[in-house]
């Protein structure tokens, strides 16, 4: 088996973010010296000017910039915020500490910066980010919810404390959750071929025990639900960094469907931002179709899920490859939907040792 | 079958069977109304000197009378003008014998109030009043009477003199009578203060029966010009008054006769008019049948070329004296007050002042608050059939940006030789629609000014706010670029502070 050593530019990375804040910060002093009152210009995140750009296989945002002017008394308040959250940042960054975005709402009572609630503080990040054209995982402002990555990849931690140090993937059983250490750190080495991300918990674990990583040669990426952006920047890297092949299983139903979108093609929210994606990533299941090939036990699809599929219909990234348009008109047709662990009815191991090859073969 | 039996009842009797017209309705009632009646005797007597009043009241406990009510000692004492001693048994001993019958703005008229006073301590408590008074000059008399209700007359239980040493100048009335204290207290309180309101160059002194006092202090020594006494004005005479001045008039023609008994009538108009109704200027108004008097009546009321009264018989209070007061009583932000032009009915010349006042200790209530006053008297029952209230409630509010939730007291004041009170109670003005226009277009004026004080206050507000906002995120912009861009030296933001302020005046 090949084996692969990439050394990514984790610290490379790390230096460019910190020029960046300081950049910004030096613009918006100067401005203020010159006797100026300070703006800034960013690309405006509203409905009207978040396009979908096939080249990129993703959501970005158009020509379209919005100016927040401290002239402006209404920008006052949120464009003093911006340039906290770009100070408060750049500290994080420099001192290499993270935080959360609940964190963030709390630590700006500190600088007698007031947020009237969770949402103000989570939208001026956002701000941040599209100024920067970076995520707020570079500014080490990480989401609370986690999910899982098991496998054969050594990573080389470059965190305070652990840098140099590695860690392969398959020391603990249940996995080793996404944080922080592990976003920031670089790939070692790896035997794997291909990465599988699972949607669900029970799945991911019946996968680790049924060695599916080394029947397979792959790195297990439990999503937990819709994959947490850092996650979704994890996956991308071992895309990238590895030229690893990703295969994605969720529930057979419109939310399963679209969690694997996301994955790669992105979100509208996520429009200002790149390197999310992970455009080659492939569906493989569960499909429509496979719910009548495989005469799986299903639920029907309640009102919801089928105002859901109309909407998914329509959606650009849906008009990508034709795979998804037919599988939302045979959701339609059927009107049914599986859960992963519908498979059981076979056995605990058919999911494993039947219908994983063939779809890992499908969808090569 | 029953006979029907005949008999005369003098006016002291008759006041007495009808207390209650005269506001001597209750034990609460009647403590208010005593209390109110002797007050406005004494700013009485010290206006018409000119001396800036100084009025002691004190109510104290005699003794219980029942479950509700209670025997209480009234004092009232004045710096006033003092009544001469040939005179104090009958003004304060003879209902409807007084000395302000005249024409002329002045708080008493029917020569009744004090008397129902002391008439109505007299039957409840059965004591005599005390009546001190002097003029200034060598002595003080005392007396202690009582009326004799079926003749109406004074009825003197003693009399002392003593030597003026200090020329003292002024009357104490006291006497005891049965009412309600606890229960009259708030309409009392507020009768102080609204007095003190419309009186602001007068001392007034309450000890309340729990030896509690008030003190109601000047804050001037101005007083308004005090009316002067005129004569009849023809478009407000009837048969009567006419019959009583062909009685007394020593004129032997109809053109001396209009002209020396009437207000604003001179030789021309008089001819114009004799001629209009046909009367000739040499005929002696003695011998008048009485047809022709009714005639001449209607003829006055008919002719349109008599000139208005004049005001010189009222005494406003003035918008500087108005202000002084509301100022003093109900410490608000801002007071707008409106003096109108003379205006008569009926014959009856009338002036109408209105103030708005607005914030400071002024509370919210959901509704304004209306204080209401006559020749310088608040009225404090009836609000709801005033007139003023009337007009008060039919005004377009909303146009002048007023809402009755705000903080807010308007004061109406109509000043006349005759008030047009719709009872003998003197507690609420009758609508006529003269006075009614001056009253609303008072208000409209107070209004206009109140709407531009609030829009100017926003603005300023609306600025202070404004630079606030400036002046506590700039300096944090600076702060955290500085950190930011890794800069020892913060910016310097004050220009940009003081653009802000600079911006702010401008657009005023
Ligand atoms: N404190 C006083 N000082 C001087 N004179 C007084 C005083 N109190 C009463 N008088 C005289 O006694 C008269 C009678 O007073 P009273 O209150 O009975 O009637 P009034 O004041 O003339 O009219 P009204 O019935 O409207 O009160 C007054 O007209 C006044 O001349
Ligand atoms: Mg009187």
């Given at each position: 088996m090949e084996q692969k050593k990439h050394k990514s530019s984790m610290t490379e990375r790390k230096k460019d973010i910190l020029t960046g804040l300081e950049n910004l910060g030096s613009r918006i002093y100067e401005q203020l010296d010159?006797?100026?009152?300070?703006?800034?210009?960013?690309?405006?995140?509203?409905?009207?000017?978040?396009?979908?750009?096939?080249?990129?296989?993703?959501?970005?945002?158009?020509?379209?910039k919005v100016r927040r002017s401290a002239r402006n008394i209404r920008h006052l308040k949120p464009f003093t915020q911006l340039v906290w959250a770009a100070f408060f940042s750049r500290e994080l960054t420099s001192q290499r500490k993270t935080s959360t975005l609940r964190d963030v709402y709390y630590s700006a009572q500190a600088y007698e910066m007031t947020f009237t609630d969770q949402q103000e503080s989570n939208n001026i990040i956002t701000d941040l980010e599209t100024v920067m054209g970076l995520s707020r995982e570079d500014f080490n402002i990480f989401p609370e919810e986690r999910s899982a990555v098991f496998g054969d990849l050594t990573i080389e931690y470059t965190v305070p404390g652990y840098e140099g140090r590695t860690l392969n993937l398959t020391s603990h059983p249940d996995g080793v959750l996404i944080g922080p250490a592990l976003t920031s750190a670089e790939f070692a080495k790896t035997t794997a071929d291909k990465v599988i991300a699972i949607e669900k918990g029970g799945l991911f674990t019946r996968f680790?025990?049924?060695?599916?990583?080394?029947?397979?040669?792959?790195?297990?990426?439990?999503?937990?639900?819709?994959?947490?952006?850092?996650?979704?920047?994890?996956?991308?890297?071992?895309?990238?960094?590895?030229?690893?092949?990703?295969?994605?299983?969720?529930?057979?139903?419109?939310?399963?469907?679209?969690?694997?979108?996301?994955?790669?093609?992105?979100?509208?929210?996520?429009?200002?931002?790149?390197?999310?994606?992970?455009?080659?990533?492939?569906?493989?299941?569960?499909?429509?179709?496979?719910?009548?090939?495989?005469?799986?036990?299903?639920?029907?699809?309640?009102?919801?899920?089928?105002?859901?599929?109309?909407?998914?219909?329509?959606?650009?990234?849906?008009?990508?490859?034709?795979?998804?348009?037919?599988?939302?008109k045979t959701f339609m047709k059927i009107k049914k939907k599986a859960e992963q662990e519908a498979f059981s009815r076979y056995g605990l191991t058919y999911i494993v040792d039947e219908y994983l090859p063939e779809k890992l073969e499908e969808t090569r | 079958m029953a006979q029907t039996t005949f008999e005369e009842i003098s006016a002291s009797d008759f006041f007495y069977r009808n207390r209650d017209i005269a506001g001597f309705t209750n034990p609460s009632r009647a403590i208010f109304a005593a209390i109110r009646e002797l007050v406005e005797n004494s700013l009485d007597a010290a206006e018409s000197l000119r001396i800036p009043p100084d009025i002691y009241v004190r109510l104290s406990y005699e003794g219980g009378a029942s479950k509700e009510t209670q025997i209480f000692r009234l004092r009232v004492e004045d710096n006033g003008i003092g009544v001469l001693?040939?005179?104090?048994?009958?003004?304060?001993?003879?209902?409807?014998?007084?000395?302000?019958?005249?024409?002329?703005q002045q708080r008493g008229t029917f020569g009744l109030g004090g008397k129902m006073a002391i008439l109505y301590g007299q039957i409840t408590t059965h004591q005599p009043a005390c009546i001190i008074s002097s003029t200034g000059m060598a002595k003080i008399y005392i007396y202690k009477l009582m009326i004799d209700i079926q003749r109406n007359r004074p009825l003197i239980l003693d009399r002392k003199v003593l030597i003026n040493k200090e020329q003292w100048k002024g009357?104490?009335?006291?006497?005891?009578?049965?009412?309600?204290?606890?229960?009259?207290?708030?309409?009392?309180?507020?009768?102080?203060?609204?007095?003190?309101?419309v009186n602001p160059y007068a001392n007034l002194t309450f000890v309340d029966p729990k030896g509690r006092l008030y003190r109601f202090t000047r804050v001037t020594r101005e007083m308004p010009e005090p009316p002067k006494e005129t004569s009849p004005h023809p478009y407000g005479v009837d048969v009567e008054l006419l019959q009583r001045l062909i009685q007394i008039t020593p004129y032997k023609n109809m053109l001396e006769f209009l002209r020396n008994h009437f207000h604003r009538v001179g030789e021309i108009t008089a001819r114009k008019f004799l001629e209009f109704s046909n009367i000739s200027p040499s005929k002696n108004p003695k011998k008048l049948s009485h047809e022709e008097i009714v005639k001449l009546m209607h003829m006055l009321k008919r002719f349109k070329e008599f000139l208005p009264p004049d005001a010189s018989c009222l005494s406003p209070l003035g918008e500087e004296l108005l202000k002084a007061g509301v100022l003093k009583e109900l410490k608000p932000e801002f007071v707008s007050v409106n003096r109108r032009k003379p205006a008569t009915y009926a014959g009856h010349p009338f002036i109408i002042e209105v103030g708005i006042a607005y914030g400071g200790e002024i509370p919210k209530k959901g509704s304004f608050m209306i204080y209401r006053f006559a020749n310088r008297i608040p009225l404090l029952y009836d609000e709801a059939s005033d007139v003023s209230v009337r007009v008060i409630n039919a005004m377009?509010?909303?146009?002048?940006?007023?809402?009755?939730?705000?903080p807010t007291a308007i004061l109406v004041h109509i000043c006349s030789t005759k008030v047009p009170y719709k009872t003998v109670g003197k507690e609420f003005i009758a609508d006529r629609p003269e006075v009614r226009r001056e009253i609303a277009n008072g208000l409209?004026?107070?209004?206009?000014?109140?709407?531009?004080?609030?829009?100017?206050?926003?603005?300023?507000?609306?600025?202070?706010?404004?630079?606030?906002?400036?002046?506590?995120?700039?300096?944090?912009?600076?702060?955290?670029?500085?950190?930011?861009?890794?800069?020892?030296?913060?910016p310097d933001i004050e220009k940009l502070l003081k653009s802000v302020k600079k911006f702010g005046t401008e657009e005023t």
């Open positions: 010159s006797g100026y009152f300070p703006s800034i210009a960013m690309p405006s995140r509203s409905t009207e000017n978040i396009c979908y750009d096939s080249l990129l296989r993703q959501f970005i945002l158009g020509d379209r680790v025990e049924e060695n599916v990583h080394n029947k397979f040669n792959a790195i297990l990426v439990l999503t937990a639900g819709q994959a947490p952006r850092a996650t979704r920047h994890f996956i991308r890297r071992l895309n990238r960094e590895l030229s690893l092949p990703v295969y994605i299983f969720t529930d057979g139903d419109p939310w399963g469907m679209h969690i694997a979108m996301v994955i790669i093609s992105g979100s509208a929210n996520a429009a200002h931002l790149r390197d999310l994606t992970t455009p080659d990533a492939k569906w493989s299941g569960v499909w429509a179709s496979d719910i009548v090939d495989y005469k799986l036990p299903t639920d029907p699809l309640d009102e919801v899920d089928i105002k859901r599929l109309y909407e998914l219909q329509k959606d650009p990234r849906y008009k990508e490859d034709p795979l998804w348009q037919k599988e939302i | 001693p040939r005179h104090i048994p009958s003004a304060f001993g003879q209902v409807l014998f007084g000395s302000k019958y005249k024409l002329k009357t104490i009335v006291e006497f005891c009578l049965e009412g309600d204290y606890f229960r009259a207290m708030p309409k009392i309180l507020d009768y102080f203060k609204q007095t003190a309101m377009n509010w909303r146009r002048y940006k007023v809402t009755p939730d705000m409209r004026e107070t209004a206009r000014q109140l709407q531009r004080f609030l829009t100017r206050r926003e603005h300023v507000d609306r600025e202070r706010k404004r630079f606030g906002v400036f002046s506590r995120y700039l300096p944090k912009i600076a702060q955290f670029s500085t950190r930011l861009a890794g800069k020892e030296r913060l």
